[in-house]
Nanobody, 126 residues
Framework: QGQLIESGGGLVQAGGSLRLSCAASGRTLSDFAMGWFRQAPGKEREFAAHISRSGDIRNYADSVKGRFTISRDNAKNTAYLQMNSLKPEDTAVYYC???????????????????WGQGTQVTVSS
């Protein structure tokens, strides 16, 4: 059974940067559009970023636009979320997700994604 494995979370000061990685194990990343979501304590899971299978289309939530960049390296079977200018309100557990196999575009709705990682904690101190 394939897995998505996130890494790269941690504690950072406001204004700092982190890069999250999502490694696909037992799956071929190029078969899937990918998304990043986040969930803060007491809040619902929310969309952060999406990248199509080809990488040509990238979408971002308004709250992260201009600060976060989603990318993929199919040769390494890994997707990334580069997070710059971090704010305390970015504190959350971050999850990567893969859409239905061979669907080019999935978008920002969580229930459109078939596979989820276990999450990685990002904490931004003020």
């Amino acid at each position: 059974q394939g897995q998505l494995i996130e890494s790269g979370g941690g504690l950072v000061q406001a204004g700092g940067s982190l890069r999250l990685s999502c490694a696909a194990s037992g799956r071929t990343l190029s078969d899937f559009a990918m998304g990043w979501f986040r969930q803060a304590p007491g809040k619902e899971r929310e969309f952060a970023a999406h990248i199509s299978r080809s990488g040509d289309i990238r979408n971002y939530a308004d709250s992260v636009k201009g600060r976060f960049t989603i990318s993929r390296d199919n040769a390494k079977n890994t997707a990334y979320l580069q997070m710059n200018s971090l704010k305390p309100e970015d504190t959350a557990v971050y999850y990567c997700a893969a859409g239905p196999r061979y669907r080019d575009y999935v978008g920002g709705t969580p229930d459109q994604y078939n596979y989820w990682g276990q999450g990685t904690q990002v904490t931004v101190s003020s």
